[in-house]
T-cell receptor, first 114, second 114 residues
């Protein structure tokens, strides 16, 4: 079975500073990895995903993530954050094949401080 | 515009009453899902459906029921047996089941039971 750990429940960062949101997963099989963003009182929107190939994945809004198989991590990064990046971010994992069940982490609330 | 709609956005019910949450998609997706979101717990899968007239229990199905009579619709009923029904409910869909496919989320329904 898969599980996802987001170690930081809240991350405050000043505007234009870099940010890294951490995600670690555990799985006995190969996985697909996702980052979703949720703005207040809204649904989730896909930021980026890793399916195969290059371990550095670029997504929307200037975000990127790097898949590290040896460390079972998929950390999300942005070199310079904006006020509009304030939201909750969820890491999710899905195994290859089978039902399309996503296992979500508990989320990281990013607050960008002006 | 293609997408997923959930109605209503806010719903209030008295304890002991059943309530049905609506989810409609016009993306022509085969698979649909219901998640429950509680603060600090991320998203948890309630039910999913891979095809019309078929659905499977997720991790927290007790106290909930669903139907899938049409491809476009996947309503969720929160029954009086659900002990803690107050939560934010999210519906999602994907083209097929299988970890390869991205899930698309609706805007959510916030249910409050008093």
């Amino acid at each position: 079975a898969q599980s996802v750990t987001q170690l930081d429940s809240q991350v405050p960062v000043f505007e234009e500073a870099p940010v890294e949101l951490r995600c670690n997963y555990s799985s006995s099989v190969s996985v697909y990895l996702f980052w979703y963003v949720q703005y207040p009182n809204q649904g989730l929107q896909l930021l980026l995903k890793y399916l195969s190939g290059s371990t550095l994945v670029k997504g929307i809004n200037g975000f990127e993530a790097e898949f590290n198989k040896s460390q079972t991590s998929f950390h999300l990064r942005k070199p310079s954050v904006h006020i509009s990046d304030t939201a909750e971010y969820f890491c999710a994992v899905s195994d290859l094949g089978g039902a399309n069940n996503l296992f979500f982490g508990t989320g990281t609330r990013l607050t960008v401080i002006p | 515009d293609g997408g997923i709609t959930q109605s209503p956005k806010y719903l209030f019910r008295k304890e002991g009453q059943n309530v049905t949450l609506s989810c409609e998609q016009n993306l022509n997706h085969d698979a649909m899902y219901w998640y429950r979101q509680d603060p600090g717990q991320g998203l948890r899968l309630i039910y999913y459906s891979q095809i019309v007239n078929d659905f499977q229990k997720g991790d927290i199905a007790e106290g909930y029921s669903v139907s899938r009579e049409k491809k476009e619709s996947f309503p969720l009923t929160v029954t009086s047996a659900q002990k803690n029904p107050t939560a934010f409910y999210l519906c999602a869909s994907s083209p097929r089941t299988g970890g390869l496919y991205e899930q698309y989320f609706g805007p959510g329904t916030r249910l409050t039971v008093t």
